[in-house]
């Protein structure tokens, strides 16, 4: 079969220059994962194109005789338009992804079949069905087993790819309410590969700079040791994302990540108030550790990369300046703010709907830069203007110059990615319509 694999990723509805598409790359923003994986699995009897529109048109006149789209919420509008396209052609379409697995029948309206939850190995089934004549019309992830094999991602994608990416670990057993990723069909069982698996297909990449998909490299702090040390001596560098707890208590792995090639960690902070995240459920963040946390990773010549949502039930409207002094006196390197959004499938997206505190459902603002319901303690406009501050108050130019320098002292990786992601962040906040 001829089989064309689309990945539609959201960028703030922005159309990026050449140069700008080439910084993002640098971090594995273009392309996303799972389009790699479902491509690298597909047995090789199988003609395999992806494309991600950022890169690549599409082109509706192309002989195919299934497509398979993976869209988050936000893209869920021009995924349903791709589909109805090809399907009035007469192509088999199949939707996956977090808003597919979280409104299956929606997405069906548009598609032959839906895939429910993370697991590729369904897709294989797909193809089996459909070379068959027996598709059905959804297909979920089957239940916990230790011996699935996560798929590789290194296969060729079109456009100045300049980050390559991998998972080592799946899943996330905290289970927080925002996030769409654990609450999909199976995303709070952990999986591992084998570290030899690992470090042969790290080898097989052919870009010096990689970044980790996983949900977080420190739910097995074991295990994630191990493959760090194995990974001395391969002369890769890394981004990965890390949890609060296991990076200010473990300093061996902080060092032995610096060791592996790490240059940056990225941490999902969320709030500087315990109580909020005692609420939201983000059991791994203790705010009296963020200190220890940060040195830690600023001692071993790496980056912090600092996520920080706004939105919560707890949140008042001095959040935004109680946040804003608390991360300049941390000295996180970079910080994204955005938006609480509640995505379909998700805890969060079952209560505000409950409580009839969500306003819209129209997909395309569900990219965390838009207030998509009615705040517990502020207005809606009030969160989107104070969001729109964060960005504007902590990367002003003297702001912005200081952290960059600072980062020079710790290496050219670290002064690179601090430069660029300032540039890449003001460029975007810039652009978009908050």
Not at 46 to 74: C, K, M, P, Q, W
Not at 116 to 128: A, C, D, F, H, K
Not at 268 to 288: A, W
Request: net charge neutral.
């Amino acid at each position: 079969m001829n089989v064309l694999i689309i990945e539609t990723v959201w960028m703030g509805g922005a159309r990026y220059k050449f140069l700008e598409k080439t910084l993002l790359t640098m971090f594995s923003i273009f392309p996303t994962l799972q389009a790699r994986e479902f491509a690298a699995i597909t047995p090789k009897h199988h003609t395999v194109s992806v494309i991600n529109e950022r890169y690549g048109r599409i082109r509706y006149d192309s002989a195919y005789d299934v497509v398979l789209i993976n869209f988050v919420t936000s893209t869920a509008p021009r995924a349903y338009e791709i589909a109805d396209t090809y399907r009035k052609k007469g192509v088999l379409v199949v939707l996956s992804g977090f808003h597919a697995s979280g409104l299956p029948e929606e997405a069906k309206q548009h598609a032959d079949s839906v895939l429910i939850g993370r697991n590729e190995s369904v897709w294989l089934t797909v193809l089996q069905d459909i070379d068959q004549k027996n598709l059905q019309p959804f297909y979920h992830a089957p239940p916990y087993d230790s011996s699935l094999t996560l798929p590789p991602t290194n296969i060729h994608v079109p456009g100045l790819v300049m980050t390559g990416a991998l998972e080592a670990t799946r899943g996330c057993p905290y289970h927080c309410e925002f996030c769409p990723e654990t609450n999909i069909l199976g995303g709070v069982a952990f999986y591992k590969r084998s570290i030899p698996q690992v470090i042969t297909e790290i080898k097989t990449i052919p870009q010096k700079t990689l970044m980790f998909y996983d949900t977080s490299l420190t739910i097995d702090p074991s295990y994630i040791k191990d493959l760090f040390k194995e990974m001395k001596g391969l002369h890769k560098k890394f981004f990965c994302n890390g949890n609060v707890d296991v990076l200010a208590h473990d300093a061996e792995l902080v060092r032995l990540s610096k060791e592996a090639g790490c240059v940056a960690w990225l941490v999902g902070f969320e709030s500087i108030c315990q109580h909020t995240l005692q609420v939201i459920g983000k059991n791994t963040n203790t705010v009296n550790e963020y200190t220890q946390a940060i040195r830690n990773i600023h001692e071993n010549h790496m980056v912090v990369i600092g996520d920080f949502m706004f939105g919560f039930d707890t949140d008042a409207p001095d959040v935004f300046e109680k946040t804003l002094i608390t991360i300049k006196e941390l000295g996180i390197d970079v910080a994204d703010f955005s938006i609480l959004t509640p995505f379909p499938g998700t805890p969060l997206f079952h209560k505000l709907d409950d409580e009839k505190r969500i306003f819209t459902k129209e997909w395309k603002y569900y990219n965390m830069k838009h207030v998509v319901f009615k705040p517990k303690q502020m207005t809606p406009d009030e969160l989107r203007r104070g969001v729109q501050k964060m960005y504007t108050e902590f990367y002003t130019c003297s702001y912005s110059l200081k952290r960059i320098l600072q980062n020079l002292r710790r290496g050219l990786y670290p002064f690179f990615i601090v430069s660029v992601r300032h540039i890449i962040t003001i460029m975007n906040s810039r652009r978009l319509n908050f």
